[in-house]
């Protein structure tokens, strides 16, 4: 049982109907619904009476409304002693995926640090499905995972696009690959090269066995997050495929230990997106809201493939 869901609950109480308690909460009605029904399967009570007009609360759930008052009023005054005790120092637990940590992450944080210097950032490398957990279970507060385009989002979280990619194979500037204009799926495959794959789990790790389509490379690595394939190719272990924003701008890249070349299949068909992800709930520490709106803030500020952050 979380908190939001008996949020949810009081909502449609409030407001009367399950449609406008959507539109308030800015969640889409079938998942606000979605929501309920597993608390009303974790309960065993019909919280909401659902018609063809529209669902409201049920007889049943009105009982049950005194003690969801009684949980939330509880938990309000938790979080607000917390704001007390933390409003001076807080440490803010962001989870990552491991990529864009050069033209965002490092810039965001190094911004953030200038503004809250009494606040501590721990950042945690996570595959996605772990940083989803921790998102909702409240042991990290900000998220940030890729998608591809069209990929279903958590109705539980709030999802934010902060910046747009294609996948790029990622290799060194003397492997015999660089000096085509684009690599295609063959080539990875072929032995010229070893390829160096992300774990299961990973966003490339789905999209490398897609474009693969069932060809198996003859000798490949696996490791976790595009930091680690960066420097495995670097270091001469191979070629990876990575989204562009983990690759341009980085300090290997302008050092010219590795570069980048399209994929001859893909052409710009297939888009990477960076997302950052927190909890829907009412309250949110100010030291979260500001890290968040300031990484929204440096994605919609144009950038030059090579730009450092100041």
């Not at 747009?164 to 290799?171: E, I, K």
């Not at 204009?181 to 990875?188: E, G, M, Q, R």
């Not at 191979?238 to 052409?267: M, N, Q, W």
Request: aromatic share 4%; net charge neutral.
């Amino acid at each position: 049982m979380r908190i939001e869901q008996l949020e949810y609950i009081a909502a449609v109480t409030r407001l009367g109907s399950l449609r406008r308690a959507a539109e308030e909460l800015h969640l889409s009605q079938p998942a606000l619904s979605e929501t309920v029904r597993n608390l009303e399967r974790e309960l065993g009570v019909d919280l909401l009476e659902r018609k063809r007009s529209g669902a409201t609360i049920s007889a049943e759930g009105r009982e049950l409304l005194p003690h969801i008052a009684t949980v939330i009023e509880a938990v309000d005054r938790l979080r607000g002693a917390a704001g007390d005790q933390h409003r001076v120092s807080r440490m803010i637990r962001l989870g990552t995926v491991n990529t864009a940590t050069v033209p965002l992450l490092i810039p965001a944080v190094r911004e953030f640090r200038a503004t809250h210097p009494v606040t501590q950032v721990e950042v945690v490398g996570a595959q996605q499905t772990e940083i989803h957990r921790a998102l909702l279970e409240g042991s990290v507060d900000l998220g940030l995972v890729n998608y591809l385009r069209g990929d279903d989002v958590p109705p539980d979280l709030e999802t934010t696009e902060l910046l747009r990619g294609r996948p790029v194979v990622c290799l060194r500037p003397d492997s015999p690959l660089a000096a085509r204009p684009t690599v295609s799926a063959a080539d990875l495959v072929d032995g010229r090269e070893p390829l160096i794959v992300m774990r299961s789990g990973y966003l490339m790790h789905r999209f490398i066995h897609r474009l693969l389509a069932g060809r198996t490379p003859s000798f490949s690595y696996s490791t976790d997050g595009a930091e680690m394939g960066k420097l495995m190719v670097a270091e001469g272990l191979g070629v990876t495929v990575l989204p562009d924003f983990s690759v341009i701008g980085d300090p290997l890249e302008r050092g010219g230990a590795i570069t980048h070349r399209p994929l001859a299949e893909d052409g710009e068909a297939t888009e990477v997106l960076l997302v950052i992800q927190r909890r829907r709930s009412g309250s949110v520490p100010r030291a979260v809201r500001d890290l968040h709106q300031l990484f929204v803030r440096r994605a919609d500020t144009p950038r030059t493939p090579w730009a450092t952050a100041p």
